[in-house]
């Protein structure tokens, strides 16, 4: 079993993504189920307020958002690699895509289909979360236009798979697949989607071989051994690198937040800073001192 801890629960689209990272690399990692929505108590002291879903924890140093976390896991599991044949600005800038744009198609229709029916908390929690983007009475009324612009993005998908082969790159699986097929997945939760994909038998045979990777083998454990987990160990002596071109120093101190939703800042000392990563160092009375890697892409350091 590996040290990797991840924080995640089971209907949150952005951690099945990574989940199917796992099962494509064969990762054995422990699993911490979380609250859908604020308060995360027992999640803060290792986030520093960060609220999103998933994180990742390997000790006392945690990983916030799927970017940097499916960037650690690349790095310590480079062999299946998620960028066959150098396509790592396909992977990445296509996660950009899926995750903000079409993501934000499939939420319209997932909330505009089932909206009603949540939770009025939960649906108090989204907003908030989103500012004020999502809101279930227009999503409702746009639910036709979504499914007509979420199928037309599905075309490309069905083209791109026409010629036979058997993932978006070609006869390798890699990130892009995965970028696509955890909103897809997502978005078919909603019946109309599932219509919609029958046109789309290609794009449907190719969601059944991405999923068919599995999530690799977990292991429940509970939120106070993850937190005991950070506060045994001891990363006082860690130290990163700040590139040369930045302003900020080592040492400095930073709020590190999100630049689109779930803007909390989390305070700490800055310890990384380059053009693909900036961690932190955070300390509280629950767990000492925790080390906060976020993906430099999407995220603003003051
Ligand atoms: N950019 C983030 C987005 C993550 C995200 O938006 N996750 C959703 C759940 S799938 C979320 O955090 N919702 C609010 C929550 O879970 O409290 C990432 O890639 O990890």
């Keep these: 079993m590996s040290d990797l801890v991840f924080h995640h629960y089971d209907a949150s689209p952005y951690a099945e993504k990574v989940r199917m ?44 958002d799927t970017q940097i976390i499916i960037r650690e896991l690349e790095e310590r599991y480079p062999t299946p690699t998620l960028f066959p044949g150098g396509s790592q600005f396909l992977g990445w800038g296509t996660s950009f895509w899926t995750d903000k744009l079409l993501f934000g198609t499939a939420a319209a229709i997932v909330f505009g289909t089932f ?94 071989r991405i999923s068919a990777f599995g999530e690799g083998t977990s292991t429940e454990i509970s939120a106070a051994d993850a937190l005991e987990i950070a506060k045994n160990d001891d990363v006082s002596d860690y130290s990163g690198s700040i590139g040369t071109n930045e302003e900020q120093k080592a040492g400095d101190q930073v709020a590190v937040m999100p630049n689109d939703t779930g803007r909390v800042p989390v305070s700490g000392e800055l310890v990384t800073l380059n053009r693909r990563e900036i961690a932190i160092r955070h300390k509280n009375d629950i767990v000492g001192e925790v080390i906060i890697h976020f993906p430099r892409a999407g995220f603003i350091v003051r």
Aim: glycine share 8%; with cysteine.
């Design 21 to 64: 990272i796992f099962g494509f690399k064969g990762v054995s990692w422990q699993s911490v189920q979380i609250p859908r929505m604020m308060p995360k108590p027992e999640l803060m002291p290792l986030t520093g307020g960060y609220r999103k879903t998933p994180v990742m924890q390997s000790g006392a140093h945690i990983y916030c």
């Design 115 to 208: 909206g009603e029916q949540m939770p009025p908390e939960f649906v108090k929690d989204r907003m908030e979360y989103s500012g004020g983007s999502i809101n279930i009475e227009k999503m409702k009324a746009a639910l036709p236009v979504s499914l007509q612009q979420f199928a037309a993005m599905m075309d490309w998908a069905e083209q791109g798979l026409a010629d036979g082969r058997d993932y978006l790159l070609g006869a390798d699986a890699s990130l892009v697949d995965f970028n696509l097929c955890y909103t897809v997945r997502f978005a078919g939760r909603a019946p109309a989607v599932k219509e919609i994909l029958e046109e789309f038998p290609k794009l449907r045979a190719w969601v059944e």
